[in-house]
């Protein structure tokens, strides 16, 4: 398998042009000069290339369970159903997240750019913490590097490193927000195993995350992490498990509207 992929991609990166008379610079046993966007370029045919993410996964529902560690050592768990439409960029994405716990029912909705909560058929602004952890996976997730161009990031591979025996392409994303985003990724077999990046705290010092991936299956021609694991300041967080992905469903543009509207 691994010979396969490594032979995919080196088909990948003569067609497109980028490897020039070193064509093997890809493979994990030859460590040459080569940028973040070949990386990040080679990363994205990995899970499914360009023209396959962009016309599968422009819409989708997603079903699964999370889990959140209390601090005080109380775990709150919830199912979740996370339907999506994409937009040209993030900030024209369309996001429903529902989730059900036993004793709370509520949905976080992104669109037209801002992020609101329903309860009861009524909106209300969610919490800080919530609201961080529901965009920072708009902005610090797997699809962030795979849809790069389109957002208008930039990405520069900064080193090749080793950790626990796993050879990694360690690359950074910046936004045109300045947003940055390191990404861990396996040399081996361009699969992005964890990703970090810090939010400010007002008057403190910041606050780092780490956002792990695991289980990583194929669906529908994709590359998919089924568990996922956030961690806050050296603490598990959030424990995200898939349970059901669908991508290329049609989804009623109401599901995204303000019950104000």
């Not at 927000?177 to 990046?197: A, G, H, P, V």
């Amino acid at each position: 398998m691994h010979r396969l992929v490594i032979t995919l991609l080196l088909c990948f990166v003569f067609l497109v042009g980028i490897a020039g008379p070193t064509v093997g610079a890809v493979a994990a046993d030859q460590p040459k000069n080569f940028t973040g966007e070949q990386v990040a370029e080679s990363t994205i045919f990995v899970y499914g290339s360009r023209a396959i993410l962009s016309q599968i996964r422009r819409n989708g529902i997603e079903r699964g369970r999370i889990v959140r560690y209390g601090t005080d050592g109380r775990n709150e768990e919830a199912s979740y159903e996370r339907r999506f439409v994409r937009g040209e960029s993030i900030d024209k994405d369309k996001i429903r997240l529902d989730q059900k716990a036993p004793t709370l029912e509520y949905s976080l909705i992104y669109g037209d750019g801002r992020l609101w909560g329903i309860i009861n058929g009524a909106a209300f602004t969610p919490r800080q913490d919530a609201a961080n952890t529901f965009l920072s996976q708009q902005h610090h997730g797997i699809d962030t590097l795979l849809r790069y161009k389109e957002i208008g990031a930039t990405v520069t591979l900064v080193r090749k490193e080793k950790q626990k025996g796993i050879d990694l392409y360690v690359l950074d994303l910046v936004d045109k927000d300045k947003q940055s985003t390191r990404y861990y990724i396996s040399s081996k077999t361009l699969r992005i195993l964890w990703l970090e990046y810090e939010e400010p705290v007002p008057g403190g010092s910041p606050v780092k995350f780490v956002r792990k991936f695991f289980d990583y299956r194929y669906a529908q021609s994709t590359l998919v992490p089924y568990r996922t694991v956030l961690i806050e300041n050296g603490r598990d967080s959030v424990e995200t498990r898939i349970l059901t992905v669908t991508y290329g469903i049609k989804i009623d543009d109401s599901l995204f509207k303000s019950p104000e509207a």
